[in-house]
């Protein structure tokens, strides 16, 4: 087939490149410039798709995001991706489509049972039936409308492709390129102002591409030209096609989304295929124009039937006819416009007309041209199964409720106009209160909520030269806010046909005694007999309407159909449109891709990684990495065939027995300085900070206001006014902002300043009996004896040619230390600590050995420090100061706070000495008892204690306090496990923490 | 009531459908009520049914400010669940649970109940251990929960990332069966067509203005259309209910704040489960439209605006498409969003007042939509009864002064920090 | 995305900015007998209106200033904002 309705002399497509696609299996070509929608239609294709419900064949009723129903599955490159609109993609080489929602095929499709059936389906049928059986709904009715739901298939592929994001500010954004956009454009640019102008199609120019009228003694599509070529060589100025403005949101952030890549044929290897623009806009032109209403009438549904606009975008911009017989149906003088189009290229059509007569240029023209035009007429029904064949037509009442005078006549197109309705949804998205307007019969924009102006046919001006003085005028007034300037450009003169009034009306009746449907929304198959329903069921909000029957839910989401929708419940409820409402419009305004939305965040880089400066030693040295939070650390360092645990078990020992290094570098770390710093760490910390002597450091806990405990670490005096203060890795950054907080807002009196300084230090804990010998190895100059440099000691060594500051503290229990030195120096120092610690068999141990060695000593960390519990029941009660105020302190004395029945940490050991208890156990004494079983308490923590060798956890039980000694049971169905345990102390080595102060 | 059912629907299409009834009626106030209900969505729904079907309090008004099931009834992400840790909100939510499963047929009204198995995912061990406490807190309370690894996740959901280039790859999921959704529009109008013809008016467009209290006892309310005398007022109205609590004077430990979600077109069957992404805070599941359903963070900032903005949408997706890198490719149809009571602990309150007569059911954060079917039965029993039933216990007002708090997530007062 | 004013570093995109909640909580002093319930309202309760809202921003991928902003719930327009130490009474 080649292209039979494919004009001559007239469209701006590419005819000296041909392009070759397939739809549903069979090969077509078009030319470079079509759209999608535009090839088919050349090649006289109009059956594209299955509607949501009924399966009733539809074809493209639009030229651009209007369009609710011509969605295809693409396949290009092998992927292969749903619901892509025809009317918005460009063709380039190498495109499949295929029709989506029918079976076997689009033309002979067995859901279309559903349409034979439709009057069984009314709107909400679901809501009132498939309730018996009741298993019935899971087993079969259930599974059944899901599948029947949806479009096109989503690949299970990753989206190959690559999205980018960029931030811009702007003195005006001006969105649209019709006339009044490209006016407002101009004169702002010349006023000075940066502008921005943004077209969603690929040419500019919007009305002006199909309008026949005259700007500055020019053509308009000359004068399109003209303006585009000034504001691309303005400096001040960007432009953007293929550029949709989707969202207006707060604070005047509008957001766009660019497509770059579909429409090329040989892109370049990273071009991303969209581009998000984040637009800071000082003040935003709205000129969107507006969209052609379709009138409702029996069976208006059928390929081939198509708004008169559209008809006339793919005549003149495309060179397509998109029918060789077509009827024009209208109420209003602006589809008289397409028949004059398709008359000039030499095709017969006839104009149906509601209203009795209207005495305009336009329509003058066409009777003169020798157009029939059936004045006081409507189409009373249509035929044509796959496409449209014929329309009946007839002559209406006065009261515009019955027909009379049926006739029949054959047409292969029928092209509808119902009015326009203005393009409000940005100006509504700002927070414009749209406002009714009775001439136009639409909703305008009203009082701007931000900075919105909004121009032209958008505004309710639908006439040029209305247009062009609004674009102009604001254009100059809007950027001379900003500018201060007063370069004015007055607009041109400009020639247009005059248009008469409209008629309101639009939605005809049905034949005597027939049930046809009437669609109003065309993608959901929402008829007037289903708002007729929703209304006399009660369902009287427009919400409601729009709920119960989906009415402008679809993919489009109701750019053709809510209008109609409301008024049809206007008319039904007798109420005048205002008293209706609109529903709201949200962003965003078209179907966004969610790639677009995401840009570069993807994969790997979904979220930053943050690695010690260590970390290509870790990697060398075999760790297996663990996540936590952003940082990655080593979780064990893996010899040979180990598994997780006997690696954990092995490095554990090493540490009991031996000296074992750890990478602390993601513990948070803040500087603290100034005179009141004592003092503050006093009001934070549960325990008294004031007598700490420099080069000590303390063990402290800090509280939420509620009384919960929020964090731990220790924290250093290094001199008199200045603290190092470590903070867990989860926290570190919440901490940072709470010691802001209170000082900033809660206690700025005192004279202090903190500082993050976690990612300043690289430190690794030196852990181990032979940790003091490693370190005399280091440090061979300085005096490290147990009385130079005790338990909870700090000094500051020289360390190479660097400083190191060495703190002796111990998460492990075991005599240890912990070096830190500038991150720079990290990788240097942890070599020459494993140098020194050759002789006295160091091995690095990670996480897992950590937490091995923290419970065993009953020490708490994150799985306990969760932020639910208080002192009393993390057995840290004992730091908490009698004597002093501190953040928290207050809650404490709530009564649930001091129940003698509170959880409370403990130990919990197997009867067996063998069965290791998964964390997340519960403790119960009954695992056996009736639902809901008891609960003692949870597990925490476990591990395989590597001191005693054999599996140890802790647990937070109820009156844990009183416990020690009893035989309980550990469960966890989900692991289908019940474990008979006891309860020992939570200090299971070394209860009097002897081995960090020897 | 004429009963839906398939032959009531064949019946009427033979007739066109000219002869359905109205769902429910549009009357005028009275001058008086036994008890009245403020707030036309979910809760306050199901709350003046009870009243009427449980404790035969059939003289009741629910007054709506704009349409029925318009707030965020009408706004959610439809996930149903139980699959709490603390006994408090997992005992609750399961007779929730118990209750969806015959709601249709309670209501003659199809809430499309779809029990389809919620995943929440582990990114990691620490994770998997949590999710194994909640496991078996449900297990331990009768509740079915299973633990799924890797290997099993691949096999339900292969096109989520289980590359090696995964941020934070799949550990294993915490499962529960019965966990999935309902359609939500159904549930506020099932609900309305049951109160509805229990004698319960239903009054739209009737905005609460002020409250008449005398001697510390309710005695009224003043609304757009005129004073309504009533003793008994239950206050439903998550989203606004400090709002309306300031007209009574008092403050609450709530804030407002705006969650958005949103859907992407309709596709062909994809997902079969709700799945929750533990690495971020995404949740998803396919419409039986076919539209994915997605949600995530709250904007961040105390709001009564129905709208966020985009960063959030942004921050969801990205979460998202972590998850199912297919994601990518679909296109968001729609976003929206809905004002959340965020109570200080995460959990709900329904409790009597200081003021007699005055009830208060509110704080329901993010979780409020499962929990429609026992809100509305607690709440019923709360006003009939004037005493906490079992199950609402410990969602009392005082648990901020007696410190039995009910935090699932210990997150502590910063209630917009997820 | 909201356009915040930092008082100290001029308008920036909100996602350099964390939100700190209601600002006319005011802790009870330290070492002072405090009633339980005004104690438990500083912990627990807040100012909710519908309108303008005093509340806390913290710059923190910024200047780490906390600073007050005077915004409105119902429409998220930014009134004005100010250094802590400005008395700026009541938020309506």
Sequence with gaps: MTQNYRLKDIGRIDRNHEISFIFNGKKYFGYKGDTLASALLANGVHLIARSFKYHRPRGILAAGVDDPSAKVQLIKDGYSEP????????????????????????SVDVGEINNLLNRFFPAGFYYKTFMWPKSFWYSIYEPFIRKAAGFGVASLDPDPDRYEHQYEHCDVLVVGSGPSGLSSALAAAKNGARVILAEDKPRFGGSLLTDEVTIGNKKGEEWVDDVISELKSMPNVIIKSRSQVFGYYDHNMLVMFERKRDHLQDPAKFTPREKLWYIRAKEVIISTGSIERPLVFANNDRPGIMLASAAKEYLKVYGVAVGKKPLIFTNNDSAYETAIEFKNNGIQPTIVDTRASSENQLVNEAQKMGIDILFENGIANTSGHLKVKSATVGKLNNEKNSFTNLQKIDCDCICVSGNWTPTVHLASQSGNKLKFDEESDTFLPNQSRQQETVVGAANGSFTLKESLDEGFEQGFKISSKITNKNNKTNAPISDEKSLGKHDKFWCMPLPEGKHYKRFVDFQNDVAVSDIELAVREGFRSIEHVKRYTTLGMATDQGKTSNLNGLQLVSNIEKKIVPEVGHTTFRPPYTSVTIGTIIGREVSKYYRATRKSPMHEWHERNNAVFVDAGLWLRPRYYKHGNETLQEAAKREAANVRKNVGICDVTSLGKIDIKGPDSAEFLNRVYTNAWLKLPVGKARYGVMLREDGMVFDDGTTTRISENHFHMTTTTAQAANVLSHLEYYLQIVWPELEVNVLSTTEQWAGAAIAGPKSRELLSKLFPNEDISNEGLPFMGYREFKFFDTTARVFRISFSGELAYEVNVMSDFGEFMWDKIIEAGEGLGIQPYGTEALSTLRI????????????????????????????????????LNRVAFNDENRERIVGIVPIDKKTSIPEGSYIVEDPNAAFPIPKLGHVSASCWSVERNNPFSLAIIKNGKNRKGEKLFAVSPVKNMSIPVEVVSQHYVDPDGERVRS | MKKYSVFSLIKNALSHHQNWDVAWRDPEPKKEYEVIIIGGGGHGLATAYYLAKNFNIRNVAILEKGWIGGGNVGRNTTILRSNYMYNANNLFYEEGMKMWRNLSQELNYNVMYSPRNILNLAHSDAQMNAYSRRGNSMRLNGIDAQLLYREDIKKIIPFADFSSNCRFPIFGALRQPAGGTARHDAVAWGYARGADDLGVDIIQNCEVTGFDVNNGKIQGVQTSRGNIKTKKIGLCVAGSTSLLAEKLNMTLPIEAHVLQACVSEPIKPLLDQVVTFGAGHFYCSQSDKGEMVMGGDLDGYNSYAQRGNLPTIQHVLTEGVALFPNLSRLKILRTWGGIMDMSMDTSP??????????????????????ATPVSGLTFAHTIAKDEVHELNAPFRLDRFHTGHLIDEKGIGTKTWIS | ????????????SQNEFAYGGDATVKRPELNKEVPDEEWDTFVYYRKNPRGNHLELWHHISGCRQWFKAKRNTATHEIIDTFELSDDIGDAS
């Excluded at chain 1, 993609?89 to 499949?96: M, Y």
């Design chain 1, 83 to 106: 619901n892509i609109n025809l009317t918005e993609f460009e063709l380039v080489e190498g495109l499949e489509l295929q029709s989506q929602n029918c079976w076997p095929s689009v």
């Design chain 1, 856 to 891: 065993e000593m009953g020490h708490v960390a994150g799985s306990e420090i969760d932020g639910r519990l208080i002192s009393y029941d993390l057995a840290l009660d004992g730091m908490l100061s009698k004597k002093k105020d501190f953040i928290g302190k207050r809650s």
């Design chain 2, 349 to 370: 309150i329904i409790d009597k007042t200081h003021i007699d007569g005055l009830y208060l059911n509110c704080g329901w954060c993010y979780g409020g939509f499962k």
């Design chain 3, 1 to 12: 995305m909201l356009e915040i004013k930092c008082p100290y570093c001029g308008k920036r």
